[in-house]
């Protein structure tokens, strides 16, 4: 090596190891999420807030809350070690009535972002998953999730709100949509229908030990309410978190809709699940060039 080159200094040679696999759920805001170091792709879950259920108006039995819109997005690339903010969206409130609030994943090199439940009335609004129909002779609402732009809607799940029946003055409630992609359930005269069923992740998790709920399917529509003058049947809850009438709340952190009811209650709240799968990497010792280190504590760049 010539002089002018100069020379080297540091060890040489380095070492390998392997990045553990884990699963973490994130149930409430985070404004610093931060993958793993050495991750360079991940399961990611996202889960929108349920709607609300609708309320007994007029003797007409109340719609189901939409479940929220459910993203699952397998192999993700993702950066590590660099933090970004996870807003998980809160349930509907039925006290005004309201949809559900968005949840987003807001990763460095692509957002993802999971609707908000519809809230179940008359009429119905849409969402991720849209809110059950109440009144008479009612159509249904679209799901918003699958036509959002870009993996937000190409990886994303909803169903549209049941719609009502024409016989009056029985007008049972139709049931809120879910997360499997199944339209809630048709208000019928003899009573409410129930929510549509969410989606299961389990195998995108594998090995994973939920905490809430106990089982992995998440975002089922709330059901529908009956007709407040007659004897008629209250609509069920879709699996996955879906409340059922009246006026049950849908189950924090599963993106539930609520079912319908004059009383309080509100949507589930939203939530976010990533798996990062074990990652080898390779650590290597600093090795510097005489010469740069000179020029380095020169410029004052060297730290």
Do not use: C
């Amino acid at each position: 090596m010539s002089a002018k080159e100069g020379g080297y200094i540091g060890t040489t040679g380095g070492g390998t190891g392997t990045q553990a696999a884990a699963t973490t759920e994130i149930k409430a805001t985070n404004p610093s999420f931060a993958f793993g170091q050495h991750t360079t792709q991940a399961n990611v879950l996202v889960i929108a807030g349920g709607g609300a259920g609708g309320t007994f108006d007029y003797g007409q039995g109340g719609g189901g809350g939409g479940a929220g819109g459910l993203i699952l997005y397998d192999n993700m690339p993702v950066t590590g070690g660099t933090a970004f903010p996870v807003t998980i969206g809160a349930g509907g409130t039925n006290s005004p009535r309201t949809s559900g609030s968005d949840s987003i994943f807001a990763e460095p090199g692509e957002t993802l972002t999971a609707k908000g439940g519809g809230k179940g009335g008359a009429p119905a609004v849409a969402g991720g998953s849209s809110g059950g129909e109440g009144g008479g002779d009612q159509p249904s609402e679209p799901a918003t999730q699958p036509v959002q732009p870009g993996n937000s809607g190409t990886k994303g799940f909803g169903g549209a709100g049941g719609a009502t029946n024409s016989h009056w003055p029985s007008h049972g409630g139709g049931g809120g949509g879910g997360a499997s992609g199944s339209t809630g359930g048709t208000g019928t005269p003899s009573g409410g229908a129930p929510g549509a069923a969410g989606k299961d992740v389990g195998p995108s998790f594998p090995g994973h030990s939920w905490t809430i709920p106990t089982t992995s399917t998440f975002a089922g529509g709330g059901g529908g309410g009956r007709n407040t003058t007659n004897t008629g049947t209250f609509g069920s809850g879709g699996s996955g978190g879906g409340g059922p009438s009246p006026s049950t709340s849908g189950v924090d952190n599963t993106g539930g809709g609520m079912g319908s009811g004059p009383s309080s209650g509100t949507g589930g709240s939203g939530l976010v699940v990533v798996h990062e799968p074990a990652a080898p990497f390779v650590t290597i010792r600093g090795v510097w060039n005489l010469q740069g280190v000179y020029n380095a504590v020169k410029a004052g760049d060297w730290i």
